[in-house]
């Protein structure tokens, strides 16, 4: 299996932004559609934001939509997360994983890794 490490997390203000990383660990990284996915206290899992593995596809929940911006670089085995005019209701921890495609963004391994924390202050 793909060894993922999520990292870019952190403390920003509502309308901040920040830039999420992940970094693959395999060169099969490449032909795998990944998404990212949230969990804030008490609240179930649920799918932020998923890519093709071309990146020619993408797909976004409506909660972000038009706010985070989903992209990769196979050639550094990295998917980002760019997510701009931040809100308190994004505070959760962040993860990412393969997927079975951009339009059915469901995570394609059942472990996940450390993910990374982000922190919106009102």
């Known amino acids: 299996q793909v060894q993922l490490v999520e990292s870019g997390g952190g403390l920003v203000q509502a309308g901040g932004s920040l830039r999420l990383s992940c970094a693959a660990s395999?060169?099969?990284?490449?032909?795998?559609?990944m998404g990212w996915f949230r969990q804030a206290p008490g609240k179930e899992r649920e799918s932020v934001a998923a890519i093709s593995w071309s990146g020619s596809s993408t797909y976004y929940a409506d909660s972000v939509k038009g706010r985070f911006t989903i992209s990769r670089d196979n050639a550094k085995n990295t998917v980002y997360l760019h997510m701009n005019s931040l809100k308190a209701e994004d505070t959760a921890v962040y993860y990412c994983n393969a997927v079975l495609s951009a339009s059915m963004p469901k995570n394609k391994y059942d472990s996940w890794g450390q993910g990374t924390q982000v922190t919106v202050s009102s």
């Open positions: 395999r060169r099969t990284f490449s032909y795998l559609a």
